[in-house]
């Protein structure tokens, strides 16, 4: 174990698999005492079980965040294992599969819930602790898919992680001199389970691996280092962002992508 963040509380929001999993993986691992959250108690369990079988501390909160009582009662759990949270990541959210076509207020409505809103109440949960010690790290989870909306694919799911980048912009000016900083990490495609599983049952990759169809699904959706991400190359990002290195950097929004977009 590193001792960077030794001492210091995470809560990571959405952490009981995928990118969450390997975040509070790498908070754990930098000496962070790290509060794991999903909304399914085993699934979040073996990933603070797995944090603590390699030297690492870890609790468990579950519960819903798309409600202001059920998150209260989240955020309440946390604070039973750890005095304080110093260190929030909001990774909880979920894209849907909606296109303009079936895109009603209310399909918006509900990816605002789980992308923007989650992550509104948790800071508040949080945040005031934080500006009264004078130290904190808040780092949102977006998507390129703000910064690039494809035609016609979730645009419920874009709007609510562009809404994520202005919250970040609009807080980190806000909390600036407090000691706290708050950025974005916006990540493009990721080898998550739920992604993978999506790509391979797609009847022209019937019968091929992983390894073989990779780097054509790289090349389809435009990322020019030849291969997806991983979950741990975004981890390394939010680790280096609320660790000594990130202390002089907050409102800013980090695209990990490998070259999906190359924009200034």
């Known amino acids: 174990m590193a001792s960077t963040l030794a001492g210091r509380t995470a809560f990571v929001s959405g952490s009981s698999s995928g990118i969450g999993a390997a975040i509070a993986a790498e908070l754990a691992r930098q000496g962070a005492v790290v509060v794991v959250h999903g909304r399914d108690g085993t699934r979040a369990e073996a990933v603070a079980a797995a944090i603590r079988a390699t030297g690492g501390s870890a609790h468990v909160a579950i519960g819903d965040l798309t409600d202001d009582a059920a998150a209260g009662r989240v955020a309440e759990q946390a604070l039973g294992h750890v005095a304080a949270i110093e260190i929030l990541v909001n990774v909880a959210g979920g894209a849907g599969n909606e296109g303009w076509s079936n895109s009603s207020a209310q399909v918006f409505e509900e990816s605002f819930q789980t992308n923007l809103a989650s992550a509104v109440r948790l800071i508040n949960a949080f945040l005031p602790e934080m500006r009264r010690q004078r130290w904190g790290r808040i780092v949102q989870i977006g998507s390129i898919a703000a910064q690039r909306p494809m035609p ?42 739920l992604l993978k599983d999506y790509f391979m049952a797609m009847p022209e990759n019937a019968g091929r691996d992983w390894a073989e169809i990779e780097p054509a699904i790289a090349e389809m959706v435009g990322v020019r280092l030849g291969r997806l991400g991983r979950p741990e190359e975004v981890a390394a990002m939010v680790g280096f962002l609320v660790g000594p290195g990130g202390d002089w950097i907050t409102g800013s929004n980090f695209r990990i992508d490998g070259g999906n977009l190359c924009a200034a």
């Open 152 to 193: 016609d694919q979730v645009p419920a799911y874009c709007a609510a992680k562009a809404g994520l980048a202005a919250l970040t912009s609009s807080l980190a000016m806000t909390v600036a001199g407090e000691g706290v900083t708050v950025n974005t990490v916006s990540p493009g495609y990721i080898v998550t389970p």
